[in-house]
T-cell receptor
Framework: GENVEQHPSTLSVQEGDSAVIKCTYS??????FPWYKQELGKGPQLIID?????GEKKDQRIAVTLNKTAKHFSLHITETQPEDSAVYFC?????????????FGKGTTLSVSS | GAVVSQHPSRVICKSGTSVKIECRSL??????MFWYRQFPKQSLMLMAT?????????EQGVEKDKFLINHASLTLSTLTVTSAHPEDSSFYIC???????????FGSGTQLSVL
């Protein structure tokens, strides 16, 4: 079935360093790829997304790149800060019986130490 | 904009009882709502997709008679866990999509603990 693989599962960086999280997806028909940040006990918060008709998107310290041929996309966080510490999930839209549904990767726990 | 309200945030119930969780889109009409389940330190697993006015579509392995989903209006979907058992204890999260827009907005989740 549809699958989204995410790496690494944990990532520790020093404040000010960059962090990169990578995901691959299985369905070449997927055309929308959001990234979510989840803090403990809360619902996921959309931080950035990209559609398949673009290769890169940036929003301040956060950027996402997409390689549709290779079916992988990455999240880049620059100048990390302690408040960036959270679990990050990549996701991709897949067709299911009800239309389209978002399937998530397994998550990356990012720890930024000061 | 695009606020999704979910409540209760936490519920503790006895085994065998039923629990209802509400999910509301506060400032937009949600043609589609999704229900996810998340175990500690794991990813979000899609349980079902709910289109307004029609029956929910459940993912493989999710018991539709146990997890009743109602999407009676464009701003409200409910998930009822019937005859709850300890293994149903989990974090349940709803999300809503506005029209043809791909963006999904999530509620704050409900931590269900079944004793």
């Amino acid at each position: 079935g549809e699958n989204v693989e995410q790496h690494p599962s944990t990532l520790s960086v020093q404040e000010g360093d960059s962090a990169v999280i990578k995901c691959t997806y299985s369905d070449s028909a997927s055309n929308y790829f959001p990234w979510y940040k989840q803090e403990l006990g809360k619902g996921p918060q959309l931080i950035i997304d990209i559609r398949s008709n673009v290769g890169e998107k940036k929003d301040q310290r956060i950027a996402v790149t997409l390689n549709k041929t290779a079916k992988h996309f990455s999240l880049h966080i620059t100048e990390t800060q302690p408040e960036d510490s959270a679990v990050y999930f990549c996701a991709a839209f897949f067709l299911n019986q009800a239309g389209t549904a978002l399937i998530f990767g397994k998550g990356t726990t990012l720890s930024v130490s000061s | 904009g695009a606020v999704v309200s979910q409540h209760p945030s936490r519920v503790i119930c006895k085994s065998g009882t039923s629990v209802k969780i509400e999910c509301r889109s506060l400032d937009f009409q949600a043609t589609t709502m999704f229900w996810y389940r998340q175990f500690p330190k794991q990813s979000l697993m899609l349980m079902a997709t709910s289109n307004e006015g029609s029956k929910a579509t459940y993912e493989q392995g999710v018991e539709k008679d146990k997890f009743l989903i109602n999407h009676a209006s464009l701003t409200l979907s409910t998930l009822t866990v019937t005859s709850a058992h300890p293994e149903d204890s989990s974090f349940y999260i709803c999300s809503a999509r506005r029209g043809g827009n791909e963006k999904l907005f999530f509620g704050s989740g409900t931590q269900l603990s079944v004793l």
